[in-house]
DNA sequence: GACACGTGGAG
DNA sequence: TCTCCAAGTGT
């Protein structure tokens, strides 16, 4: 009922475009509403540019709730930029295990050792130089040049994408409409307080903006949202719809050495989980390999044994389901030439947890380790 | 512009 | 079960 009263009247409501006091309004809410997180300085306080470069690079298509352990985590591990710089990447590989888009680990570290070595352990303090260093795109080099250093920079994530969207009652799809949103984000970023602007707006949309049922009644900025007066908010952004995702399938096999070893593969740098340990598995392809054919390939030779069941793990674009064999092997056993004897190492089991072993592969390893 | 690139939680 | 999506970047 009163949703229907509130539709009407907001029909009739003439609205003018969200401008200053629009920000105002949000600025507002955010001292009163703002989230506590780990990489926040208290209010008027200036974060450390190194602790805000690490949270938007780790938050970059991840959840804070996601984040918030392997921040602390890094943060105590390598407090600063030049520590992290003198890191082993395999630490940091290993250190990012299981929180996905591995290149972000190889670019931050390559990231740490560009500002020590060529900025003097100092970040630059502007977007477009920001904007230079590996793994930092227009959205964190802006999110850091505004949050770090005050500048009236204007990072445009999802979050941004969506409370614009709404408030100007954008119609173009996406991602066509993201200079249009760019521009809309940018006529609204005051010179004072840039940073807290976008983190308001970010706050807004993860909280109270939200995607499939937006928080209206309680939204700063309702009276300023012509999607809202238009009834359209839940439709806003228009998405066009995502290619459909494939299927692959691969047979990975679970080498246990007598001693409790486990036989690990190092993945090459580039592509999908670049860098990071597996156990050794055929290709992935585009469908089953008869078990005769996939024992080919075997890593080590061995009494192999079918562990009952299927691995499923989706990622981005494709979903994988991977078959898994199982051996317990002497410890004088050594690699055949299918393994990439190079690339191959044992670890003790109790290690493994450790290791850079990303979260598919964990899943693999505790299936075939299981008892059957 | 299009596509590769992870993972876990929400609805 | 299944789709969507979360503080995007690199190619």
Request: glycine letters at 6%; hydrophobic letters at 45%.
């Amino acid at each position: 009922m009163r949703d229907s009263v509130g539709a009407v009247a907001r029909k009739q409501l003439p609205l003018r475009p969200a401008g200053p006091d629009t920000v105002a309004a949000l600025l507002d809410w955010y001292d009163r509403e703002r989230r506590d997180l780990p990489w926040r300085m208290r209010r008027g306080r200036r974060a450390d540019p190194y602790k805000v470069w690490l949270s938007e690079i780790m938050l970059q298509q991840t959840t804070v709730k996601a984040v918030i352990p392997f921040y602390e985590k890094f943060l105590l591990r390598w407090p600063t930029v030049e520590a992290l710089a003198a890191a082993d990447l395999d630490d940091v590989l290993a250190a990012w295990a299981g929180l996905g888009y591995y290149s972000r680990a190889r670019n931050l570290h390559k990231c740490a050792q560009v500002v020590v070595a060529e900025h003097g352990g100092r970040f630059p303090r502007t977007e477009a130089e920001l904007g230079t260093l590996p793994g930092i795109g227009p959205y964190t080099a802006a999110a850091v040049a505004a949050i770090a250093f005050g500048e009236a920079a204007t990072p445009v994530d999802g979050n941004i994408e969506r409370v614009v969207s709404r408030l100007f009652a954008v119609r173009r799809p996406l991602p066509a409409a993201k200079r249009e949103i760019k521009r809309l984000a940018e006529s609204l970023t005051p010179q004072r307080r840039a940073g807290d602007f976008a983190q308001a707006m970010m706050d807004l949309g993860a909280t109270v903006c939200s995607p499939k049922r937006p928080s209206c009644l309680v939204c700063p900025l309702q009276q300023d949202c012509h999607a809202h007066a238009l009834g359209i908010e839940a439709q806003l952004p228009v998405k066009l719809a995502r290619a459909e995702r494939p299927v692959r399938f691969g047979t990975a096999f679970l080498a246990l050495r007598e001693d409790g070893h486990v036989l690990v593969r190092k993945r090459r740098e580039a592509g999908l989980l670049g860098g990071m340990l597996e156990i050794p598995s055929t290709d992935w392809g585009d469908d089953w390999l008869q078990a005769d054919l996939a024992l080919v390939q075997q890593p080590v030779r061995a009494d192999w044994w079918a562990v009952p069941g299927v691995v499923s793990h989706t990622f981005t674009h494709f979903r994988l389901e991977l078959q898994l064999f199982r051996a317990i092997v002497p410890v004088d056993t050594s690699m055949t030439f299918w393994a990439s004897p190079e690339r191959c190492r044992w670890v003790p089991r109790h290690e493994l947890s450790n290791a850079a072993l990303p979260s598919v592969m964990k899943k693999a390893i505790a299936h075939a380790l299981r008892e059957h």
